[in-house]
């Protein structure tokens, strides 16, 4: 073989995933950041529609993936989510109800600051929240009790139980076609 070749064999070091064990695989995200520019720009837009797309992903999960009752602590907290190179701040909270924006501007009891590709990395579990955290690449300011909720949280979730749940043929069994020739309801 030609020097600083390595045989294939040699670059795979696990074993095998085990018969009926899902392998998540890693999206090895590239390091990336918004341009400068188009942080500036999202920065003067409204926050709004990105924080209900965060509220509603958020209240899909409640209950199936974030256990309500785990999360009951954060009831009435403000919290905010700092996009730091997109230039986005999504304050929300947790109501009865679920998750809700915020409209006020009174400073959130736990404020998690990271830039996209640090954010995304987190929730495909390329890293850890620990990780991050300690490298100063993602900030947690305020209430340190919430901030230890939303990480514990954050590790409990079963993310190949949400992986195998998104699946289309999973996603399909749950749609019930409706009957040719049933009566109508």
């Known amino acids: 073989m030609a020097s600083g070749m390595a045989s294939p064999a040699s670059n795979n070091t696990s074993p095998p995933p085990e018969r009926g064990v899902m392998e998540t695989p890693m999206a090895n995200i590239p390091a990336f950041r918004v341009p400068p520019l188009v942080g500036r720009v999202v920065a003067r837009l409204p926050q709004l529609p990105p924080t209900l ?13 974030l256990p309500r009752d785990d999360l009951e602590p954060l009831t009435g907290k403000r919290l905010q989510l700092d996009v730091t190179d997109a230039g986005l701040s999504l304050r929300f909270t947790l109501s009865a109800r679920g998750f809700r924006p915020r409209f006020d501007r009174q400073r959130a009891d736990l404020t998690l600051r990271a830039a996209t590709r640090d954010y995304l990395a987190l929730a495909l579990r390329e890293e850890d929240a620990d990780t991050l955290f300690f490298s100063r ?45 049933s009566p109508a309801a």
């Open 53 to 65: 797309a965060l509220v509603g992903a958020l209240n899909l999960a409640l209950g199936r993936i």
């Open 137 to 181: 690449r993602l900030i947690m300011e305020g209430d340190t009790d919430l901030g230890l909720l939303v990480k514990n949280t954050l590790d409990a979730v079963d993310w190949d139980a949400l992986i195998a749940a998104a699946k289309p043929a999973t996603l399909l069994a749950r749609v019930k076609a409706p009957r040719l020739g």
